[in-house]
């Protein structure tokens, strides 16, 4: 045995067994379920730019594309999401009808099967387009296009499954929906009492082996329509009908709705959002073992089953919805502070303004751009089980923050709801992205970094594995090689990110012309993200798991870094467009300044108070960046207010709306504020209303006319719904006017 095995490896090893955590056969399962891509490359801590540029942009065949400016089109135009929300609490029947006659439940489902055979980055727009009319809509598309039975069945079916549900799920003759959330499970799944025992039942008159099961769920979009549940349960064989185990653990199982004991239909109100969302229970309700999705061998592995499927659907389904409403965001904001004037000036011209609309802007760009890049790794057929987690949280996030932003700018006319609101429905439906397929907190603190680390990380998979080995040789074999692989990489690493933050200057691919010093200063952050997560590795060892401030705070500097990368591939697929250099000016300042608190608060609050003294002043020397200058968030602010080419890429892609409705009036309003600028710009210089300089000569009629279009126009854009009693009573069959208040004037007549 070599010396460095026995007498350097040796005891490191022994401690490591003691200082990081076991892998259990479940939590190795579910990490193996997923791959990495190119966080990888950036907690390598020297990413490989060409892997990044070297990608094929996404694009859309023509029968996507043909898919898109049709039926995604024509089901657009069957919406009002007022009415859905505020009338009908539904879809309209013939919307249904639609979905399925069109095939938009199978968008996962390959062609053989009777599916779309959609890409990845083809679902995501249909997904991103539908969310830019109609919230429900969306919802009701993207459930059996993500996590669900048709996903599962597709991973793990048997041939038999295939054969017999694809079709069935294609053609929306089964509409499925996917239980997992109990009252006693949310975000810990292991939680739940939902259960299965293997028994033998009936089925069609004869007696077979199957399972009993139980169970009351809640929170389940399209439960109180479905005829068929993804079900999540423990499973148990208590009279060893199976084997030897008694306790065989999560386990998904597919569950006509129509069965027996199943009771679906009751429903829940989704912030005010009304896609069908709702409770199920079952009261021993008996399927037999081919129900389990993978068949028998599948029983127990749900929980893998799960995080992988969630691994390809939560990179596309929300990540779409919020690009949809940061764009959206972006989209009306930009033309509302060009229509909207206060103190003689379009309020965009305010700085105060010009902030959160340069805010919204950089969203619009960095979401969609971080979507591209997620689409695309999934297009080559990746699993990507922490990049996912990074775009479900950073796209909601950011969500949020625009749409917030967007009402704060709109003011008034975003609180007051009504059919010309069109940003009250996006708002609403924030808390639902925010908590769904993995609630934000959770998804931050433990999933990003907590699991993403040891999938993303060089060597760390590798050593825990060699500590789980039972042998012990083996395993010290094993480590023995890990290990010291890590120290070369680590040591590298830290020489690499001292020298890089004292200088400025990390790597940057040839050729990167006006955008070097971002890559330089990303190859520089990459280095010291690399040093601190192995510094917290090594310090806090299984302790890290538990420290969810230390463990966010990494995995924000990860996801800022990811859809840096995005951005810089976007902008480079885009063809370099010298108009959206300051937006990806913005985009770079944000996200240095955000790495930069992140990793000085991690460094700040380590337990081991050395790590701090030593990793300060190695990889934080001076002061780090500030964030976008005023300068820059003005022009970005300014390309969504001008319509510019870059104001047209970020709002690319979403639907037309009818003239009428409030999205249609505001486009319509832009459009003649734009056009009747050189006349509005006349009347600032000579001081003069419209109708003085009429009176002045100053203005023809037709210049007058035109004027009046324009303020007709925005008056009816800045205009809110108002609802006379009998409305209201509409509304709110409960509503009864106060006898005591004064009577509308018309009523007392
Ligand atoms: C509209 C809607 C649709 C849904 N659709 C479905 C569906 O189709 N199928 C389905 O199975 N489920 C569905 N869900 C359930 C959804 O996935 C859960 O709501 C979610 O997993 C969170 O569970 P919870 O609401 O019980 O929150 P809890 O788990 O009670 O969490 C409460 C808070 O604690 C945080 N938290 C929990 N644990 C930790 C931790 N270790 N570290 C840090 N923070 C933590 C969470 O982030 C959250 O902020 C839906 C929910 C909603 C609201």
Redesign the pocket.
Known sequence: MSFRKNYLTRPIHKWAKGALPALSDTEAEAISAGDVHFEAELFSGNPDWKMLRDMKAPRLTEEEQAFLEGPCRQFCDMLDSWEIDHGTADLPKEAWDFLREKGFFGMIIPKDHGGLGFSAFAHSEVVRYISSHSIAGAVTVM?PNSL?PGELILQFGTDAQKKDWLPRLASGQELP?????SEQ????ASAMIDEGVICKGDWNGEEVLGIRLNWA?R?????PVCTVLGL?FKLRDPDGLLGTEPDIGITCALVPTDLPGVETGRR?L??GTMFM?GPTTGTDVFVPLDHIIGGPDYAGRGWMMLMSALAAGRGISLPSQSAAACAMAAHTTGAYTRIRQQFGLPIGLFGGVQEPLARIAANAYAVDAGRRLTCAALDEGHKLAVISAIMKYHATTRMRESVTDAMDVHSGKAVIDGPLNYIQPIYRSI??GI?????????R??IIFGQGSIRAHPHLLDEMQALGEPDPDKSLDAFDKHFWRHVGHSTKTFFRAWGSAWTGRGKAPKGAGKVAWIYRRLSRWSAAFAVTSDMAFLTLGGALKRK?MITARLGDALSEMYLLSAVLKRWEDEGRHKDDLPLVEYCAAQAFARIGQALDETIANFPARWVSWLLRPTLLPGSHARGPSDRTAEKVAMALYNPTDTRARVTAGLYTPEPDTGLGLLEHAYRLVLEAEPLTKRLREIRKTPEEAREAGVLSKTEFAQLERMQEAVRRVVAVDDFTPQEMAEMFPDYRPNPANPAPKEAAE
Do not use: Q, W
């Not at 499970?185 to 810990?188: E, K, P, Q, V």
């Open positions: 459930v669900g929906a996917f239980g997992l959330t499970a949310g975000s810990d769920k929170y389940i979009t399209l439960a999540a829940h989704p912030s969302n808390p639902i908590t769904v397929e993995g609630a934000n907190i959770v998804t603190n433990l969810e």
